[in-house]
């Protein structure tokens, strides 16, 4: 059954701007109280509430709220935890949300699903055990409200499954999730093939050393070309010229 705390709590007339962070300073924290047609806000004993949530799931919490109105005068109200909202520097609670519930009404909540026990398939097969849901979507009266469902995997061989319709539920409790879903497998863990060495090495090399190889492989192909449409010219033949040159502008002798 889910934890049913016993909770004191103040009226506060005045809400919003500096009065939320005005209660924190004194160790207190704000709350609000929804249901029935309105919603009253609160101011609770930070100690008080951090000790009854240690270890708790807000989905599945029962309190009995005793609210001191103006006056003195104490009213008892059977409410469900709805949302705790966390100072993530301070670790403290900064706020919490509750949701008034009759006791002869049905709720509807979400309740924490636990495996019990060690799966044969991954104990002696090498598989691996999936939760894939972690919370069952429940229907009950708040004295049949579970703190959460507790399913025994040990049996569950790799490639089976257990479905919400297998799920063992308590007296006075049905499941409102879709009967076919499975809320734990046992799959074998898949193992990515090596690429050959050859591949590897290729697929490794940067785009820029490919581009530069490439290009100096074209320089080399253009040398050679370009070696054949231009032939070496001998060093020789400017001197032979010259020669030709001067012999011509010589006079002739008499």
Not at 112 to 127: D, I, K, L, Q, S
């Amino acid at each position: 059954m889910a934890k049913r705390l016993g909770i004191k709590a103040k009226l506060r007339s005045e809400i919003g701007g500096r009065r939320p962070h005005r209660i924190r300073t004194t160790g207190r924290v704000p709350a609000v109280l929804y249901g029935g047609g309105k919603a009253e806000a609160l101011e609770l004993n930070g100690r008080e509430i951090a000790e009854a949530l240690h270890g708790a799931s807000s989905d599945s919490v029962l309190v009995d709220l005793s609210v001191e109105g103006e006056g003195g005068a104490v009213t008892k109200k059977m409410a469900l935890i709805r949302e705790v909202q966390h100072d993530p520097l301070k670790d403290k609670i900064q706020h919490v949300d509750f949701h008034q519930v009759e006791e002869n009404k049905k709720l509807r909540v979400d309740v924490p699903v636990h495996e019990v026990g060690e799966a044969v398939g991954v104990r002696t097969g090498g598989g691996i055990l999936d939760h894939a849901l972690r919370t069952l979507r429940v229907e009950c009266l708040p004295k049949d409200l579970p703190d959460r469902i507790d399913v025994d995997v040990s049996a569950l061989e790799v490639g089976q499954a257990i479905h919400v319709s297998e799920v063992k539920l308590p007296a006075g409790v049905s499941v409102l999730n879709a009967k076919e879903l499975p809320v734990f497998m046992v799959l074998m863990p898949t193992v990515e093939e090596e690429p050959a060495p050859g591949t590897a090495a290729a697929a490794t090399e940067p785009e820029v050393i490919r581009e530069k190889k490439d290009a100096e492989e074209g320089e080399t192909a253009g040398e050679k070309k370009d070696g054949k449409a231009e032939p070496k010219k001998d060093a020789k033949e400017p001197a032979k010229a010259e020669a030709k040159e001067g012999a011509k502008k010589e006079p002739a002798k008499k």
